[in-house]
């Protein structure tokens, strides 16, 4: 089992920066893929990122490339997610996932309780 825990959400003007921490507890040997995804009431759980192991291979929904920015460390079992450049359309509840390396939800097998975002114009 693997426990994980967003933190780093709040409200921020649109055009300026968060930082989301996902820390991992538990059997954090396993060499988990790690992703983020977002969701607005009412709507879809959409795809945001994922980061594999070693961190050689990230892949960024179009929506958020160039803005947003995914790294990890493993020693601290802990992923960021660096969120610049925000827009009103960013808000959302972001959601922390462990599991196969993949665009689907269905592929991550452990997620967190999510942290909201907004994003205010």
């Known amino acids: 089992q693997v426990q994980l825990v967003e933190s780093g959400g709040g409200l921020v003007q649109a055009g300026g920066s968060l930082r989301l921490s996902c820390a991992a507890a538990g059997r954090t040997d396993s060499r988990y893929t790690v992703a983020w995804f977002r969701q607005v009431p009412g709507k879809e759980r959409e795809f945001v990122v994922a980061i594999n192991w070693s961190g050689s291979t990230i892949n960024y929904a179009d929506s958020v490339k160039g803005r947003f920015t995914i790294s990890r460390d493993n020693a601290k079992n802990t992923v960021y997610f660096e969120l610049n450049s925000l827009k009103p359309e960013d808000t959302a509840v972001y959601y922390c996932?462990?599991?196969?390396?993949?665009?689907?939800?269905?592929?991550?097998?452990?997620w967190g309780r999510g942290t909201q975002v907004t994003v205010s114009s």
């Open positions: 996932a462990a599991g196969s390396y993949s665009i689907r939800g269905d592929s991550y097998d452990y």
